[in-house]
């Protein structure tokens, strides 16, 4: 189930714009291929945050979001200097996973840069799958958004 896209981002739930910083790229001159995955990171965080909720709250209550799965497609390269956009939309898989479909534009030409599907799942704080009215926040069950 996909919650409702916001029109104002593009049909993207949420969006973050980011500043391409030197030390950001590699001898190539282009974005290190890890760095985009910190800035994915960072909107899903910060998208969390909107909703009223804090990633580092969840831990400290026993609430573990994880990475399970990251699918990126690298389309082109961003540079120092560049502007760009990160968006997501979430869609719920199961009562403990869910998905993170983000993508990442150059602004202010909107070339695509990347797409990804960050698959996530919720644990306690020994890796056991776990299901908590914080996900059921980001990620209402079928019939609930």
């Known amino acids: 189930m996909t919650q ?3 029109p ?3 049909g993207w739930q949420f969006a ?12 190539q001159g282009i974005v290190n291929n890890a760095v985009y995955q910190q800035y994915l990171e960072h909107a899903r965080h910060r998208y969390i945050r909107t909703l009223g909720l804090d990633f580092a709250a969840l831990a400290d209550q026993g609430v573990r979001l994880v990475v399970v799965r990251a699918e990126l497609d690298y389309k082109t ?3 120092s200097g ?11 898989m199961s009562p403990v996973r869910f998905v ?3 993508e990442i534009r150059r602004t202010p030409d909107g070339q695509l840069v990347l797409t990804a599907r960050i698959v996530c799942a919720a644990m306690n704080a020994t890796g056991k799958p776990i299901v ?12 609930k958004a």
Do not use: I, W
Not at 16 to 27: N, T
Not at 82 to 92: I, K, P, Q
Not at 132 to 143: I, T, Y
């Open 77 to 79: 390269p961003l540079r």
């Open 100 to 102: 993170f479909h983000q």
């Open 82 to 92: 560049d502007a760009c956009t990160v968006a997501l939309r979430t869609e719920r």
């Open 132 to 143: 908590s009215d914080a996900v059921d926040r980001l990620f209402p069950p079928e019939g």
């Open 16 to 27: 973050l714009p980011f500043d391409v910083r030197d030390y950001e790229c590699d001898l």
């Open 8 to 10: 104002a981002h593009g």
């Open 4 to 6: 409702k896209p916001n």
